[in-house]
């Protein structure tokens, strides 16, 4: 007998689970489907446990400045960050979606046609359907690479133990995150970056700070490197690398590898759908439908951006679209994001890069240090800086913030942004004393005056005062 229902989901990340309950609290009958457990990969392998290790190194750092030979049980820190996926998990369990109206089934699905799925022998029958079936890490084919035991996000928090070495490919923010955080913990680590610098989407003066930041603390970063060929020889991994046209040789107990993710598009019969995609993803419109009507595709699988927030910005975009008369678009205008190292880098919109490409020399640059913070001057290492991309009028383009409290910082900025404040309002906000965000206010001054300054009338006074002057 075939199951009917409204919305099905393909996938329970964090795209799936969004998407769910969106469509539950519209009172559909919602099915959905992941042969894991829900969660995907931000709480098993990602966002979750990546965070409660680097604030568990954290810890560890700040003990060890002040007793060098103190040794992190990194037995027991594996252990409980373990722990903090299983609690995580408490609020996505099958048990929670039930009472909130999802019917869970743990299964591997494959699509007779666009609104048909099969999944553990049973057939299901959808109106509308949502594909959210996520992403793995990507591995390149690097000579050797697939006959050594290689660590990646998804068995790296499943390990015992971590390793006395570690070889990491990829300077990107799992890559810059897991360097800093597993080097806390006592571990000898070594960074290789095939680009120029860490953190190519962040503004270049940020990532070199960060950059930095790893090489005081022992991390050892290889930029303008590449990865040629991998070996393992009596329990070590060895790993052929090319700078500058000199072969060399790296060595250590085991190899990460952090090169970005890939679109999970095989073995669910999404070929029998007739939507169109390609190895990198499923192609779809503003409204995250894909090319067959009915049928929306959201997440990792879709892109552009591969970020939890945004997969749940798309889930909700997408489940209300299949449900609602009223259309919504999908707006990556304000995309933003966090890499949590420390410090943060915080980023929000268009680099300053972008900016001058799109809008030319009109633009306004604005910076701010946290040296000129009284909040940061009680902290040693108060590295820290705030740089604001504006149009002419003084509204924001885009934004990066490095320091304490960046993700925090950040999302101030993208609330002014997406609420269309401009940004001398600023500064008459009231901000508590001393704080981190005070570095808005003081901005905010700075854009006002100029904002002042560039009115019409103010500019005609000022030439006519440069004028009576000569």
Sequence with gaps: MTKQADLVILGAGAAGLTAAF???GFSKKVILIDQ??????????GCIPSKALINRAKEIHHVRKHVPEHRADTAKILEEVRHVMEQVYENESPEVLAKAGIEFIQGRAEFQDAHHLVVNGETIEAKKVIIAT??????PPIEGLKDVPYLTNENLFQQDVLPDSLLILGGGPIGSEMAQ???RLGTEVHLIEKAPGLLTNDEPEHAAMIKKRLEDEGVTVYVNTEAKSVKEQEGKIYLTVEKEGTTFEIQADKILVALGRQATLKGFGIEKTGIEFD???IKVDDHMETTVKGVYAIGDVVGPYQLSHMANAQGITAAQDAILPIRRKIDYANVTWCTYTDPEVGHSGLSEKEAREKHGDSIRVYTHSFDELDRAKTKPENLGSVKLILDKKGDILG?????????????QIQTIKMLDINMGKMASVIHPYPTYSEVL???GKKIAV?????KPIIKQVTKWREKESD
């Design 36 to 45: 894991n457990k829900p969660g995907g990969e931000c709480t098993w392998s």
């Design 279 to 281: 190895a990198k993803k």
């Design 22 to 24: 969106t469509g539950a």
């Design 181 to 183: 955080a597993i080097a």
């Design 134 to 139: 996520g992403s793995k890490p990507a591995v």
């Design 399 to 411: 934004a990066s913030v490095i320091g304490d409290r960046a993700g925090e910082i950040i999302s």
């Design 441 to 443: 206010v003081k901005l």
């Design 450 to 454: 100029d904002n002042l300054l560039n």
